[in-house]
């Protein structure tokens, strides 16, 4: 994956997050539907984001995934125009809680956001940062 990467690591998480997924300010993740298996490979979530005054649709798909260690998703929006891939590593602690890293890059992007990768590798960062 090339264009944008960034990295979210070493988080606890000591017990299940009962909140919803709006973390940051100016990222608002809304409207979710779902499609395919409840869980697994396949499963799919289709969630409004609202990023910095603009929204759009994305596509969240399960394409990979190996309980209860490691996610790996494809993400595609911007009517197709972006894709991206996450993958979440899950760490049992000896103390207890999980250790969850969050690696994401996109694979394809539009101009516009790769003239902004700062400021949304910035804002993407903070977001997951706080939810984990």
């Known amino acids: 994956m090339g264009l944008f990467r960034f990295r979210v690591s070493d988080h606890k998480a000591a017990t299940p997050k009962t909140r919803s997924y709006a973390p940051a300010r100016r990222l608002a993740l809304t409207h979710w539907r779902y499609s395919g298996p409840g869980r697994g490979i396949g499963s799919c979530a289709t969630v409004t984001v609202a990023l910095g005054g603009t929204r759009t649709d994305v596509t969240v798909e399960v394409v990979e995934a190996e309980a209860p260690r490691r996610i790996v998703e494809r993400n595609v929006s911007a009517g197709g125009r972006r894709l991206a891939g996450g993958t979440y590593t899950i760490e049992t602690l000896p103390t207890g809680g ?19 990768a700062l400021v949304v590798r910035a804002t993407m960062r903070r977001a997951n940062g706080r939810v984990m």
């Not at 999980?98 to 902004?116: E, G, M, N, Q, T």
Request: hydrophobic share 60%.
């Open 98 to 116: 999980s250790r969850i890293s969050f690696a994401y890059a996109w694979v394809r992007a539009p101009l516009a956001d790769r003239l902004l």
